[in-house]
Nanobody
């Protein structure tokens, strides 16, 4: 099992920035690709960003390209999502995910965190 705990959510004005963190524990962090998803009220959970096991590859949803950056820190077993130029439509619960490959984490992650709320006011 991999335990994932998100933090860093909150309320921010449109145009502002937030950095989400996800601390992983339970198994070797570098064995897993990591990702972020989000779920807005009344909508499905959508893929946001992913990073490969050694950090060499990243993928982003079109809606966040150029504004969001995913990264990972191996000494703290943490994955980050830097969110800039936030828009009201970015309001959602953001979930951290882990998968055995980047293909898995973008489509059907093996593990999920509990989520952190991000609210962008216009």
């Amino acid at each position: 099992q991999v335990q994932l705990v998100e933090s860093g959510g909150g309320l921010v004005q449109a145009g502002g920035s937030l950095r989400l963190s996800c601390a992983a524990s339970g198994r070797t962090f570098s064995n897993y690709a990591m990702g972020w998803f989000r779920e807005a009220p009344g909508k499905e959970r959508d893929f946001v960003a992913a990073i490969s096991r050694i950090g060499g590859s990243t993928e982003y949803a079109d809606s966040v390209k150029g504004r969001f950056t995913i990264s990972r820190g191996y000494t703290k077993n943490t994955v980050y999502l830097q969110m800039n130029s936030l828009k009201s439509e970015d309001t959602a619960v953001y979930y951290c995910a882990a998968g055995t490959t980047i293909a898995v984490v973008t489509t059907a992650p093996n593990f999920w965190g509990q989520g952190t709320q991000v609210t962008v006011s216009s």
